[in-house]
């Protein structure tokens, strides 16, 4: 046993002597790399944490954004990709200070309080999260929260999808009572209810007699659910489809069945060239822009920052028309702009009701507690205020004429 | 035996099991066995990404040992494995194949979290300290404990029921992770205690995992005594070696049995403790992370001998360290540097094989003639 234990630590030994060798070899390279032309001693330096890698579409979306404001801006940048949501998150967080960074930012819900044990441990450091809840009640100067209005964009996607069903009911293909849109949502969360009232609301305001089902998968990514609920939907009755999920599932059912399609995270034309008509996304690119502005300059971080249609955060991609009802892209043009003025609100307490009556006061979860217990009051001036009081969505209301046909929480 | 018979039966080679083998022969074996891992993994990753195979090296060994933080990580990984590792040492000498480490950890876990969770503005942060070590290693050993009842009783099959009470464990912390998740719904309870930390292991001079590499050390030289120099330790041998020899000395295998997988549950209790109070702050399925089942693999390469355990988990925390940084680095997908670890953990084995037998190849005609 003794000789095994010598030779096992001599075998080791020769592998850290090789390593170093290695090492020392590595680190001759990588000095004169460090000191490219382009970057100055001052460069910050931004780490990302990423859930998964480019294979997800959601994860996807912040891997072009962060590139692309990185690039622009001339800072350097290390990605740490496929990071769990548990303490694989703080320890990479732990290792991108090590490595210098002064901004980190992570992509994903579950990664916020692994965050937030950084924030305080590395006070220097801005830490940066999109979809989180707690920055604006944690009272931390270098721990901030961001999200988009992304209801603004699923409510000019709706109205491109109301316009295609008012054309089908001109067309004889059913009547206006049949006028029923189905909806695959990942989650019963108040993301995803923000995101599909939004979307019914906008079909509503050009299509009134309009009703929707929502199915829920219970998995963010899982293509074969997706697609079974998306086919479920299209038996019952369903005439035109979307979702809050993030796999091709959806679509391709809707594809294969040729009902229209509106999609999410970015257009799927090429895959469905005859049921697509747009999609809306989130553009991480303005928030990473102004992350790393804040921090060049010295300024503070928002506690919350919510991108919107005007800091170009909410955006929709180029319209199908071969499948989209004429005028669409006028009609959302429009819309877009009085949303803009702030004379058109997706909420708008006018038109929707719940349970037959009109909302008058709603008080929200706006700040996280372990109980749900709501705590502001959200409808003011005639309209909910969402993404007003933190950037993540709270509208978690149950309005009339949508059907939920299941619920899933995580 | 005829002629012919023989000339068409002989193989071209076949394999001598070795009485023994001179240190440097052996040493020569492992060297030679990681130097060609090195290569095939060199080689293959020249020709499938292009990189030049030095550089992934480098940042392989930078990734694991490059800061000092790196360094206090490595140690923490080398800690919780090596941990686990001790845990299914004293099984695995008596040749009972617990595979239910993974289980037995996340249900001490389990049980740190929930004291946490549930007992932190009841009771002092001392009096929940101790509360949490002691319903720590008590999970883990009755979670070990039932499988080795089952054992000795009725004769089941250890390896199938270790691995379902994972399964078990695994639900149970998924359970619980739902009922007291933060928020609610989400399905993870996220960090317990965050600004009072209650029930967190303290930090010692400044460093929040020295407290757990102190442990696993103290614990790494108890269970090394325990099983080389202590009675209980020669019957563990003796039961693993043959039964009916324990027997026919008078040695009580069911008790031996029954008393080891205490033993050996109780301190993946602690390494749950470890995990959750010491590390994580948190519970959730993943909490071992598969630390259970490599832990077979650190134990068998160091032979069961606590003190070459260091040596083995060392590698293998220092390999899964380095992939992370390989793949981060050249933006390679995770999985790559798996297979670059895979690679070279298969070689370091596959020349266990070299060392136990060796290859003797067919004689050649002439002398088989002259013979």
């Not at chain 2, 293998?316 to 390989?326: Q, S």
Request: charge should be negative; include cysteine; aromatic fraction near 10%.
């Amino acid at each position: 046993m003794k000789k095994t234990t010598k030779i096992l630590a001599l075998v080791l030994a020769l592998v850290l002597a090789i390593g170093c060798v290695f090492c020392l070899a590595g680190c001759n390279k990588e000095n004169p790399e460090n000191k490219d032309p382009n970057t100055n001693e001052d460069t910050l330096k931004v780490g990302f944490i990423f859930l998964h890698d480019e294979n997800s579409t959601y994860d996807k979306n912040f891997i072009v954004a962060a590139e692309a404001a990185c690039k622009e801006l001339g800072v350097e940048y290390i990605m740490k990709k496929n990071i769990p949501e548990n303490a694989k998150c703080q320890e990479a967080a732990d290792d991108l200070v090590d490595e210098g960074c002064d901004i980190i930012f992570a992509d994903s819900f579950g990664h916020e309080s692994y965050m937030i044990e950084a924030a305080k441990e590395y006070p220097e450091v801005q830490f940066c999260h999109a979809t989180g809840t707690r920055a604006h009640t944690e009272g931390l100067a270098n721990y901030s929260n961001a999200f988009a209005s992304i209801y603004e964009g699923r409510y000019l996607a709706g109205i491109a999808a109301g316009m295609k069903l008012n054309e089908m009911i001109a067309a004889g293909k059913f009547t206006a009572e049949e006028a029923k849109m189905g909806y695959v949502g990942a989650f019963t969360y108040a993301e995803v209810i923000s995101g599909y009232t939004s979307f019914f609301l906008g079909a509503k305001s050009v299509c009134p007699t309009v009703t929707m089902e929502v199915q829920f998968t219970g998995s963010w990514y899982d293509e074969a659910a997706e697609k079974e609920a998306a086919t479920a939907l299209i038996n019952n009755g369903c005439k035109l489809i979307s979702q809050h999920a993030d796999s091709m599932g959806a679509p391709t059912a809707c594809e294969t069945a040729g009902v229209p399609n509106v999609s999410y995270n970015g257009s799927t034309q090429t895959a469905c060239p005859n049921t697509f008509i747009v999609s809306s996304r989130i553009d991480w690119t303005p928030y990473f822009k102004h992350m790393i502005t804040c921090v060049k300059e010295g300024k503070d971080i928002e506690d919350d920052w919510t991108g919107t249609l005007e800091t170009g955060s909410v955006v929709l991609t180029e319209i199908n028309e071969s499948v989209a009802a004429e005028g669409t892209a006028e009609a959302i043009a429009d819309a877009k702009a009085k949303l803009i003025a702030g004379e058109l609100h997706v909420f708008d307490a006018a038109t929707f009701t719940k349970d037959g009556a009109p909302l008058t006061s709603y008080i929200a979860d706006v700040d996280t507690d372990n109980d749900y217990t709501p705590d502001t009051e959200v409808i003011k001036d005639g309209y909910f205020h969402e993404s007003e009081f933190r950037s993540a969505p709270y509208f978690d209301i149950q309005i009339d004429n949508i059907k939920l046909l299941n619920t899933a929480f995580g | 035996m005829s002629k012919s018979a023989s000339k068409s039966h002989e193989p071209l080679f076949h394999v001598v099991k070795r009485a023994s083998i001179p240190l440097w022969q052996s040493l020569l074996i492992r060297a030679g066995a990681i130097l060609a891992a090195l290569i095939v993994a060199g080689l293959l990753t020249f020709f499938l990404t292009g990189l030049n195979p030095i550089d992934v090296y480098a940042t392989m060994i930078d990734g694991a040992i490059g800061t000092e933080k790196r360094i206090w990580n490595l140690f923490q990984g080398i800690a919780l494995l090596l941990c686990v590792s001790l845990a299914v040492t004293p099984a695995f000498k008596m040749k009972f194949w617990n595979i239910g480490a993974e289980g037995q950890a996340l249900m001490g876990g389990l049980a740190a979290a929930l004291c946490m969770i549930l007992y932190s503005d009841k009771l002092s942060p001392a009096v929940l300290m101790l509360v949490m070590v002691v319903t720590s290693v008590v999970s883990g050993a009755v979670w070990a404990l039932i499988p080795a009842i089952f054992k000795a009783k009725w004769n089941t099959n250890e390896t199938l029921f270790t691995l379902m009470m994972n399964y078990i464990a695994t639900q149970l912390v998924s359970y619980f992770s739902y009922k007291y998740s933060v928020p609610k719904g989400s399905g993870s309870i996220g960090i317990i205690n965050s600004s009072t930390k209650i029930g967190w292991f303290p930090s010692i001079l400044d460093q929040k995992y020295l407290l757990n590499i102190i442990i696993v050390v103290i614990l790494t030289f108890i269970l090394y005594v325990y099983l080389k120099h202590s009675k209980h330790g020669y019957e563990i041998s003796v039961v693993g070696e043959s039964e009916n020899t324990a027997k026919y000395i008078g040695i009580n295998v069911k008790k031996v049995i029954i008393r080891t997988m205490i033993l050996s549950g109780a301190i993946c209790g602690i390494a749950g403790l470890i995990m959750v109070a010491g590390t994580d702050h948190t519970i959730a399925t993943d909490t071992v992370g598969g630390r259970g089942f490599t832990a077979i693999m650190v134990s068998w390469l160091a032979k069961f001998n606590p003190i070459m355990m260091f040596l083995t988990s060392f590698l293998i925390v220092f390999l899964e360290k380095g992939a992370i940084a390989i793949s981060s680095e050249f933006d390679l997908n995770s999985s790559f540097s798996d297979i670059i670890t895979g690679i070279i953990i298969f070689f370091i084995i596959g020349s266990e094989f070299f060392i136990n037998y060796s290859i003797k190849f067919r004689e050649s005609k002439k002398e088989a003639k002259s013979k």
